[in-house]
Nanobody
Framework: QVQLVESGGGSVQAGGSLTLSCRAS????????MAWYRQAPGKLREYVAR???????NYLESVKGRFTVSRDDAKNTLTLQMNSLEPEDTGVYYC???????????WGQGTQVTVSS
């Protein structure tokens, strides 16, 4: 069982920055694919950024160049640095873990990000 706890959400004005963190329990972090998702009010949850255990990253097109995902395997921590935030980035941001080789998926409880114009 993996527990994921997000932190770092808040309210900022457009153009501002926030850093989200996700702390994972257990011993599987270093072998897991970690990702950030978000869900805006009335919309489906969408993928934002992913980082594989080899450090390779992928991003939602609309956040490329503004968001950076990183991981610290020694600290079991996933980070999302968000710059140049836009009102469209508003939503609840969730951390997820896909544990290998079982491919079990775990989710955090989410942290709210609100960007005002």
């Amino acid at each position: 069982q993996v527990q994921l706890v997000e932190s770092g959400g808040g309210s900022v004005q457009a153009g501002g920055s926030l850093t989200l963190s996700c702390r994972a329990s257990g011993r599987t972090f270093s072998s897991s694919t970690m990702a950030w998702y978000r869900q805006a009010p009335g919309k489906l949850r969408e993928y934002v950024a992913r980082i594989f255990n080899n450090g390779q990253t992928n991003y939602l097109e609309s956040v490329k160049g503004r968001f950076t995902v990183s991981r610290d395997d020694a600290k079991n921590t996933l980070t999302l640095q968000m710059n140049s935030l836009e009102p469209e980035d508003t939503g609840v941001y969730y951390c997820s873990s896909v544990v290998r080789p079982s491919l079990d998926v775990y989710w955090g409880q989410g942290t709210q990000v609100t960007v005002s114009s």
